[in-house]
């Protein structure tokens, strides 16, 4: 239902100024990707190698890219492998920005397609109160 997506990544982003990434690693059972207080010192995701200084604090963690993607699939192992039920993300979503985010790129012969997110996955995050942004690229625009 994913067409024609080569590759596609979906992670959880987490951002607060009086974000402690070891109270969110604890009460959501895992250890983030980034996990950083805000003006904390880590390693960029955008340009590896380079340090960056965090402007607020910042939780992530993802499902890595998938070739190819199912991004159904994806989110729901996401959300999934976390802990916590509506009263924690009720309290997490009201002390902090969260959201998922879709990195998608289409195949190499398409600039256009989409992709359909299932009810099931629709009410994981709705469950949760999280926001969900694509971030879609296409060979010719991204060259």
Sequence with gaps: MNDPLQRA????????????????????GVQPEIGVRKGETFMGRGR??????????????GTGYREPPNIN??????????????????????RFDCYVTVGAWFADDCWTGGLVLEPKILGM???????IDFD???????D
């Design 9 to 28: 990544s979906v992670t959880l982003l987490i951002h607060g100024d009086d974000l402690v990434p070891e109270e969110l690693s604890a009460i959501l």
């Design 48 to 61: 590896p190698g380079t340090a960056v200084t965090a402007r607020t604090g910042k939780w992530i963690v």
């Design 73 to 94: 699939e994806q989110i729901a192992e996401l959300l999934g492998g976390l802990h916590g039920g509506a009263d924690t993300w009720n309290d997490l979503t009201t």
């Design 125 to 131: 995050l709705a469950e949760r109160g999280l926001a």
């Design 136 to 142: 879609m690229y296409s060979p010719g625009a991204s």
